[in-house]
Nanobody
């Protein structure tokens, strides 16, 4: 059982930066992927970014807009999402997901989710 806990949410002013963390109880051996999603009030959940362990290659969804960076610290079992120049519309609950056994950017059937952390961007 893989447990994921997001942290780092809070209040940031537009034009600043905010780094979110996703700490896992463990990272699976072999290939896996970690993805960040977000859900803003009144909007559908959308994928922000995903990184795969095999080669650390990164996928960005439409929300990236050249402002977000995803990374993983394997020693700390932690993935990060760095938000640069956030805007008020970036305010959302951010969630991470782990895809054990995936060698791409999507789940192969197994997936684990955290509860989310709220990031709020003020004008």
């Amino acid at each position: 059982e893989v447990r994921l806990v997001e942290s780092g949410g809070g209040l940031v002013q537009a034009g600043g930066s905010l780094t979110l963390s996703c700490t896992a109880s463990e990272f699976t051996f072999g290939d896996f992927a970690i993805a960040w999603f977000r859900q803003a009030p009144g909007k559908d959940r959308e994928e922000v970014s995903c990184i795969r362990s095999g080669d650390d290659a990164v996928y960005f969804g439409d929300s990236w807009e050249n402002r977000f960076t995803i990374s993983v610290d394997y020693a700390k079992n932690t993935a990060y999402l760095q938000m640069n120049y956030p805007r008020p519309e970036d305010t959302a609950v951010y969630l991470c997901a782990a895809y054990p056994g995936s060698n791409g950017y999507e789940s192969n059937g197994d997936e684990y989710w955290g509860e989310g952390t709220l990031g709020t961007v003020s004008a």
